[in-house]
């Protein structure tokens, strides 16, 4: 907050204001109005910056979405506990991950140790929960979400996470648990530390000017955690082969803009979209601005 878009945000705030508040607009992984001091509105969600592998970026990649061999139903989660977020936000993602293996052959490290659970079942479901000694390298972690059809976004320490950024390159179409990243916060969610709830008029979601979000799976937090895979199965049914083919369709055209460089992204010399797609995200938003005011 001292050297950020925070700090920034205030020193054009104070002495009367360098800039109208009006005019200040910044972008981030969320809408969060306690680290960037503005009204949500002003705040432009912005993928997470992944690392991938620059010798499947080339141009006849995104294709790979349709041809790619998944399993039907297949379902792949790998992300730490976050302990935190169980006080800060009412996010149990341990609690979530049980529950959807409660009838599963699974290991759990020492059994009590609540940092290790992992599972890999004949139902096609591959769900992990890991800590910092034993998370999926990443180029497997990476060919687990270009190989299964679905893939789980839990919330965490915030609403969002850099898993939905992950799936949206690799063709896994997301499914949402919960309504977080729609800005809502139903149970077992509450207002906490480090977060603000925005309201389903300012989602979490990157580029709604072009991706119709609302075509994508979601299913309740309290469902999951009370009827573990039957919710997912129920899901399940209204996704016909047709309909996912739609959304993975949808996928392959905006996935250049999930990625900022291929390989590090910091050093990339071979760039993806994502700069432009925020840009236009910026424009899109400023025209909605205009209308409204």
């Known amino acids: 907050r001292d050297v950020g878009v925070y700090a920034l945000v205030n020193m054009m705030k104070a002495g ?14 969320e809408r969060n109005p306690q680290w960037q001091n503005l009204n949500p509105a002003r705040i432009l969600p912005i993928p997470y910056v992944v690392q991938q592998n620059v010798a499947i970026s080339d141009d006849a990649m995104p294709m790979e979405h349709q041809r790619k061999q998944r399993l039907e139903n297949s379902v792949f989660y790998a992300g730490d506990a976050r302990k935190n977020a169980e ?3 009412g996010c149990f993602r341990t609690k979530l991950i049980s529950s959807l293996l409660q009838t599963n052959r699974t290991h759990q490290d020492n059994h009590n140790n609540r940092d290790n659970i992992s ?51 690799g063709g896994c179409i997301p499914i949402r648990v919960g309504s977080r990243l729609r800005g809502l916060c139903e149970p077992p969610c509450h207002k906490g530390y480090g977060w603000t709830v925005t ?21 309740k937090e309290e469902d999951v955690l009370q009827e573990g895979k039957q919710a997912l199965q129920k899901m399940f049914e209204k996704y016909t082969i047709e309909k996912k083919t739609r959304l993975r369709s949808i996928m392959d055209q905006v996935r250049s803009g999930w990625i900022y460089g291929w390989g590090d992204p910091v050093t990339s010399e071979k760039f993806g979209d994502a700069a432009m797609y925020v840009w236009e995200s910026f424009e899109a938003a400023l025209r909605t601005d205009n209308i409204i005011s």
Not at 16 to 29: A, D, H, K
Not at 203 to 212: N, S, T, Y
Request: aromatic share 10%; charged share 20%; glycine share 6%.
């Open 16 to 29: 009367g204001g360098i800039v109208q508040e009006t005019n200040l607009w910044t972008v981030g992984f």
């Open 87 to 89: 006080a800060w936000a």
């Open 119 to 169: 599972s890999m079942d004949n139902n096609n479901m591959e769900l992990h929960i890991v800590s910092k000694d034993n998370r999926l390298n990443q180029t497997i972690y990476n060919e687990r979400m270009r190989s299964s059809d679905y893939c789980l976004i839990l919330c965490g320490d915030t609403p969002t996470s850099r898993s939905l950024t992950s799936a949206m390159i």
């Open 199 to 219: 309201g389903g008029k300012y989602p979490h979601l990157p580029f709604a000017d072009r991706i119709p979000w609302q075509n994508f799976p979601e299913v």
